[in-house]
């Protein structure tokens, strides 16, 4: 599969869009069963991840405009991105995603790499001049 560049526009979201691996994998899961309800066990199940893992993920991707909640008691949730902007991002990350998988996920661990280098480099001793 040929690798094809990333969009700016599509690296600024996922610089500032998408936190982390996890966060991705179940945005593209739900995204690829749009018409079929979710609760956190079903997507931990699919995703290899705890339940209450599943459900931070579910309710961050809820709190984004991603997913709404169909039945509020179980809760459910459904993929609905809250506008067609939002969806035509996801589509084209979703293709992106598919094409250069190793290149997206360096761009999601770099924002955690470059966090935990700054709050290491907050420890250290500076020598007066």
Known sequence: MAQTTIPNDLVRFIMLGIPSVPYLEAMLLLRSEADYPWDAKRAAQRLYLSDSVAQSLLDELCSKGVVEVTDHQAPLFRYHPQSDELAQTIDLLAR???????????????KTNRKAQQFADAFLWKKDP
């Open 96 to 110: 992106v995603y598919a094409e250069n998988l190793i290149e997206v996920t360096n761009l999601i661990h770099s």
